[in-house]
């Protein structure tokens, strides 16, 4: 019997690729009780002690067994928590004039660096709760987990029809995830917007040739507000899964006319315009910026150790806390097995004729685009390895950070899978396996549950610094968090390190200066002109406080309290005040000295933009060695500076000449203005990417310095004109009764007769 006719939509609307189910009865939903019942008990499970127990996450790091993330940290599992959670309290304390951070490494743009999108979803959250702010955010991050786990579960039901199928593959949303978002702290700002992730693939899928949609358009949008590495892992699937598509000889001629590929590019667009509050900013930042926040620029690394684990760990160790775990492992083995069997099938002439009437793994379009999803997001995983894609090549992307969304393509591909299962044994081989890997998961985290635990409050942690500190502060690569806890807390800081953050140019080199990577001399150096006050050091362990007690032993005075954990070497500043009056002439003898364009480890650099290695650059330690020389001489005027919010600065001069010159020393940026007597002054760069003002004026006076974040507002015009013209686009498409504008996938869509079901040879229904 020949299959019915029906109309292809390569989604898991397609009747070719997925059964429909029978009639809606009492059972089924019964078994989609019991299903979401089962997923939401697996997610009790894993995090009831964070939900009954304090506010914060535990003393993970401290167990000898799963120190495997950036070395030995003491982050409590917490310190990414902990900054988000800093970073909303900031925003709501000092709303609407929160833009710059001063404490933050040498000052920060904070919505030029971040994505908004968390942190107004958790002020509204506290707003509605009534809860701290870091209990807030608590339950927000483990809520949004397990929306992830059930819109994943829709998904995989969608791409399935069959409720258990997806209720076991969306239990490894909550398991793995839990394992490699622990890793990083429960970072929360991928956690809180993970939903975004199945979402988008749940309105992609259903007609993957169609991708220039409202609802498509407008999720892609908030995932870039919300998490850029959501985005980018969004668009890569559909990209990806559309390439497979265009790719195939076998495909009809509405699916060779690749109209959709220009369709997901205008919709890539239109995103991007939407989130033009965001992007515009982010375009316009000259400095350095996150990879974690896919900034427009990012660093080179040298010195900077893999982020990712083994090949072997990858597929096999469900406990590795930076490796997606079974459901990788199940998705390939079952790949295999099908792929072979499918083999032996095609060679058999007793199956041959009822072969070709079937879709198996190589010829089902859902699965075919999944695999290669998969495929392409561990080839890039790998590359990372060697420097090559995405940090070198799009210097923006940290990839190993999207451990989730390969769980989610991975339980989607296993479910899809549950459509070629046409043989006895293919059933039980496809049942039998999942069932195993859930339980396998479930032993690997009962076990793992063991070592977490939850402190009464993370204040009470000796790691706290509570006293005022002349200068900034500074800390070795491996007790970052610390710097991290200090940064929202009116503590003025700085450190380099490469995956939290680098908004100066030199915060890089900081990084390998406090790491212990330079000698004695270069490293009193930096922190000086840096205006670091106080160099951290961890007395109880790590390789890198020991480099840097070795290194700096008998060079500057060291302070211990007995019984902290935390000494600190301590820097002689001439003036530790954000801002210093300076000689003007001596400021421009320095400037001359300013580095011009070279190369250096085969990269251009101009200027110190980008630049990491202080000790291999005679230019820029003679010209840091006179910024800081410029600094310590003795000068009659002096400047003091009051913050009246922070986007808002008065600095009083006294004693000042023709020739006085006003050492700003937080980040240059360029929508910093400073004015005298209501006169814009210009803004000049000097040392660390610090600010330089010549007023020109003798005696006293007042400075005004003012950040006016015009980008932001371009970027809010744009965004809010693109939302409403594209609204109105497709609403007035709608109200006429018009398609998109774009060539439909089906030319006779209307008439064709779609059937939600394909018919088999005898003794082969499903």
């Known amino acids: 019997m020949k299959p019915v006719e029906a109309e292809r939509t390569y989604g898991y ?39 009954l127990g304090s506010n914060w996450i535990s003393e993970t790091y401290d167990n000898e067994e799963w120190r495997t993330n950036e070395g030995n940290l003491h982050t409590y599992g917490a310190w990414d928590f902990e900054a988000h959670v800093w970073k909303t309290e900031w925003i709501m304390q000092h709303f609407p004039n929160f833009n710059w951070n001063p404490y933050w490494y040498l000052g920060m743009p ?51 029809q069959r409720i258990w199928v997806s209720a076991l593959c969306s239990t490894f949303v909550l398991s793995n995830t839990f394992l490699s978002l622990r890793s990083y702290g429960w970072e929360p700002i991928t956690v809180v917007f993970l939903f975004l992730y199945p979402l988008g693939l749940l309105i992609f899928l259903r007609e993957p040739l169609r991708p220039f949609r409202f609802w498509m358009i407008a999720v892609l949008a908030a995932a870039y507000l919300s998490h850029p590495l959501l985005f980018f892992s969004l668009a890569m699937t559909m990209g990806i899964y559309l390439f497979s598509i265009a790719v195939r000889h076998s495909a009809p001629k509405d699916a060779q006319h690749r109209h959709y590929i220009w369709q997901y590019l205008a919709a890539i667009g239109c995103s991007l315009l939407i989130g ?115 940090m070198n090549l799009l210097r923006s992307i940290q990839y190993h950070r999207i451990i989730p969304e390969f769980i989610i393509a991975a339980a989607v591909l296993v479910a899809a899978m549950s459509n070629i299962t046409y043989s006895y044994w293919s059933k039980v081989t496809y049942y039998s396996m999942l069932v195993a890997f859930v339980l396998a998961s479930g032993i690997v985290i009962w076990i793992v549950q063991g070592y977490w635990q939850t402190a009464e409050d993370i204040s009470q942690k000796p790691e706290f610094i509570y006293d005022r ?85 008998t060079t500057l005075p060291y302070n211990r309290e007995k019984g902290e954990r935390y000494a600190y070497f301590e820097v002689p500043l001439a003036d530790a005040e954000f801002t210093q009056a300076v000689d003007g002439n001596a400021a421009d003898e320095a400037q001359a000295l300013k580095p011009g364009c070279r190369e250096i480890f085969k990269e251009t650099y101009c200027g110190s933009i980008g630049e990491e290695f202080v000790s291999t650059d005679k230019q820029e330690t003679d010209y840091l060695r006179a910024y800081t020389a410029m600094l310590e001489q003795p000068y009659s005027a002096n400047a003091d500076i009051s913050m009246l919010d922070p986007d808002h600065y008065l600095v009083n001069v006294a004693g000042a000449n023709q020739a006085t010159a006003v050492v700003i020393k937080m980040t240059h940026d360029r929508e910093f203005r400073a004015y005298l007597d209501g006169k814009e002054l210009p803004i000049e760069t000097i040392g660390p990417d610090f600010m330089l003002v010549k007023p020109g004026k003798e005696g006293a006076y007042e400075l005004e310095l003012v950040y006016k974040p015009r980008t932001a507002l371009i970027g809010l015009l744009l965004s809010t004109l693109s939302f409403a013209i594209l609204s109105l686009a497709f609403a007035l498409r709608n109200f006429f009764g018009v398609r998109v504008p774009l060539p439909s996938p089906q030319a006779s869509r209307g008439t064709a007769t779609a059937s939600k079901s394909i018919v088999f040879p005898r003794g082969d229904m499903r």
């Open 469 to 553: 500190v002349p200068g900034r502060i500074s800390f070795p690569y491996t007790d970052q968090s610390l710097a991290v806890r200090s940064s929202f807390r009116f503590i003025p800081q700085t450190y380099g390190y490469y995956e939290q953050g680098i908004t100066n140019s030199y915060a890089d080199e900081l990084f390998s200066v406090s790491s212990g990577y330079h000698n004695a001399d270069l490293t009193v150096l930096y922190l000086k002109a840096a205006n670091v006050g106080r160099l951290y050091v961890n007395t109880e362990e790590g390789d890198r406080d020991k480099i840097m007690r070795a290194r700096l032993n």
């Open 276 to 390: 033009a509050v965001q992007l515009i900013p982010q375009l316009t930042y000259q400095q350095a910026t996150s990879g974690a926040h896919m900034g427009m620029k990012y660093l080179p690394y040298y010195q900077v150790p893999f982020n990712i684990i083994t090949l072997k760990d990858f597929f096999l160790d469900a406990a590795n806390l930076k490796g997606p775990g079974p459901i990788i492992m199940i998705a390939f083995s079952l790949l295999v097995m099908f792929g072979v069997y499918q083999y032996l099938q095609h060679r058999s002439e007793r199956y041959s004729n009822l072969y070709l009437k079937k879709v198996m793994v190589t010829n089902h379009e859902l699965i075919a685009g999944m695999t290669l999803v998969l495929l392409m997001m561990v080839l890039f995983y790998y590359t990372e390895l060697y420097n090559i894609f995405p």
């Open 13 to 51: 609307t397609d009747p070719v690729l997925v059964t429909a189910s029978n009639k809606w009865s009492f059972r089924s939903s019964l078994s989609l009780g019991l299903a979401l019942l089962f997923i939401v008990a697996v997610w009790f499970a894993l995090d009831q002690k964070l939900l």
């Open 110 to 160: 904070v919505i030029k660096y971040y994505q908004p999108g968390f942190y107004a979803v958790h002020a509204l959250f506290i707003a509605f709760t009534g809860l701290n702010a870091a209990r807030a955010a608590l339950l927000l991050v483990l809520l949004s987990h397990l929306a992830a786990a059930i819109v994943t579960f829709v998904l995989c039901y969608k791409v399935s």
